[in-house]
């Protein structure tokens, strides 16, 4: 067993928990799943597979996920964030047994190589294979971004190497699940863009390395700059034809169509609606009361107004 702890934010995960926690039971000396509030047998399915089992009120991802860290008081010198609908796979387990203990000091992280699983189908194409996340690190040398959306772990110091077994998100809930989830992913990823363009949050202290830093670099400096309907016709062209999101089938034409269409353009959308909400605010205190009204968040503490969801 690696000298490894598992962190899993939680509501309402009967369906995937047991398979996540089944996945790194082999290789975890410690699991800790941080729940919002679930009303389904989520707590007690943990519980009963050794997991232990923290309660606190969702915000978002970044900060349940970093309060995971802060009260967690993990003994393990390895930290793994694993989301509740994710699977570690036999060889990647195996490989994290074999090559975790041998890395040398100055080595303080660890890249996965995740696939997407749609619909009983592996998406290859369209520049989602392989998506190469940060997910492993030394013990306090990790941090999550203090973002709404499209959060990273990042490193304070230390280098990185990639582990190649395989990692999974498989999730088993239906297109509306996915269509009702994307929803409220593109609030808050409409309030990071206005966030950062009008600067009505703290900048973060550090920032992704690798493929997330390159992506959001380009998504930061180029896409967020072009009309939102041009951005979306152009970034899907490029993931369906260019990077051959054909070639994944049926499966693929819905995956692409909506994860790279229709919430690319639903997210320019609202923060096109949500700059017209603070168009007549003249001070950063009135934008952001503006935007809690708007969007059910209180942006001042970003504890969020009976949305209810999970990361």
């Known amino acids: 067993m690696a ?7 939680t509501r309402n995960e009967e369906a995937h928990i047991a398979r996540a926690l089944r996945s790194v039971a082999a290789i975890a000396r410690e699991v800790v799943v941080v729940d919002s509030g ?7 399915i943990a519980e009963s597979l050794g997991a232990r089992v923290l309660i606190h009120p969702f915000v978002n991802y970044a900060k349940q996920f970093q309060w995971g860290l802060d009260n967690a008081e993990f003994r393990a010198g390895w ?3 694993l989301d509740a609908d994710e699977v570690v796979e036999a060889d990647l387990a195996a490989e994290i047994e074999q090559r975790l203990p041998t890395l040398p000091p100055e080595v303080a992280g660890v890249n996965l190589k995740r696939k997407h699983i749609f619909m009983g189908r592996w998406i290859r194409h369209g520049g989602r294979y392989p998506l190469v996340l940060l997910r492993i690190w030394r013990r306090g040398a990790g941090r999550i971004e203090d973002r709404w959306m499209d959060e990273h772990i990042v490193l304070s110091s230390g280098q990185t190497v990639t582990f190649a077994g ?5 999730n088993l809930n239906d297109l509306t699940y996915f269509v009702d989830k994307h929803n409220r992913y593109a609030t808050r990823e409409a309030l990071d863009v206005l ?4 600067a009505l949050f703290d900048p973060d202290a550090l920032r992704p390395a690798g493929q997330a830093s390159w992506k959001r670099l380009l998504k930061e400096k180029i896409y967020n700059r072009l009309p939102f309907g041009l951005s979306t016709f152009l970034y899907f062209l490029y993931r369906y034809l260019l990077r051959l999101g054909f070639l994944d089938g049926a499966e693929g034409a819905i995956y692409h169509g909506l994860q790279g269409g229709w919430y690319r353009f639903l997210v320019g959308a609202k923060v096109r609606e949500l700059e017209q909400c ?11 009361a503006a935007l ?4 059910g968040y209180d942006l001042g503490t970003q504890v969020s107004l009976g949305e209810g969801t999970s990361a």
Do not use: H, N, Y
């Not at 809690?292 to 969007?295: G, K, M, S, Y």
């Open 3 to 9: 000298d490894l702890a598992v962190l899993i934010l």
């Open 38 to 44: 679930s009303t389904d047998r989520t707590r007690e």
């Open 79 to 81: 930290i793994m964030r």
């Open 166 to 170: 395989g990692f999974a998100d498989i």
């Open 195 to 198: 966030g950062r363009k009008l």
């Open 278 to 288: 603070i168009a007549p605010c003249r001070s950063r205190e009135e934008r952001l």
């Open 292 to 295: 809690a009204r708007a969007t």
